[in-house]
């Protein structure tokens, strides 16, 4: 049994909680406590985080870029590609999020420690709001269509197939 845990669960209303808690919550937990593990629980109230299924499909969306396209004749990895989609997001929706993005501050390119070469500092994907991971997936979908992306996430692939996008 490892030594840590990190379970998060997102619900609104008390019986989605009481729904949650049963079926994640308890189980999760049951084992730790039968073992006489000490186990420590933290509750915060939610914000307009970006939730976790965003979370999820955004890097499901980074893997598939990552995959099917090249930067100027190079491939590149998930991680970096976020890193590109993301600055060419900011730009293009500076004026349309304004407020969002003035949150993040500056991006900034500092000289790394230990060898020579930049570092982008910056916002962090992580804390977008919903609204802005919203826009941002949408912002890829286009990306992806221009780029004859083929979405490899099966719940997108049968909202396409419904909706007439692909066969």
């Given at each position: 049994?490892?030594?840590?845990?990190?379970?998060?669960?997102?619900?609104?209303?008390?019986?989605?909680?009481?729904?949650?808690?049963?079926?994640?919550?308890?189980?999760?937990?049951?084992p730790y406590i039968d073992s006489g593990a000490r186990l420590e629980?933290?509750?915060?109230?939610?914000?307009?985080?970006?939730?976790?299924?965003?979370?999820?499909?955004?890097?499901?969306?980074?893997?598939?870029?990552?995959?099917?396209?090249?930067?100027?004749?190079?491939?590149?990895?998930?991680?970096?590609?976020?890193?590109v989609l993301i600055d060419a997001f900011r730009h293009e929706t500076k004026h349309e999020f304004a407020d969002e993005w003035a949150k993040f501050g500056d991006i900034e390119l500092v000289p790394a420690l230990n060898h020579p070469g930049f570092v982008m500092v910056g916002e962090q994907s992580r804390r977008f709001g919903r609204k802005l991971s919203s826009a941002l997936i949408e912002w890829l979908l286009a990306f992806g269509a221009e780029h004859n992306v083929i979405w490899t996430d099966p719940k997108f692939q049968a909202w396409a197939r419904e909706v007439g996008l692909v066969e």
């Open positions: 049994m490892s030594a840590a845990a990190i379970l998060t669960l997102e619900w609104q209303g008390a019986d989605a909680a009481n729904d949650s808690l049963r079926r994640e919550l308890i189980p999760t937990c049951k629980i933290t509750v915060r109230l939610a914000t307009d985080s970006q939730s976790r299924l965003q979370e999820k499909k955004l890097h499901a969306m980074y893997r598939d870029i990552a995959d099917q396209v090249q930067l100027y004749g190079k491939s590149l990895p998930a991680e970096s590609w976020k890193r």
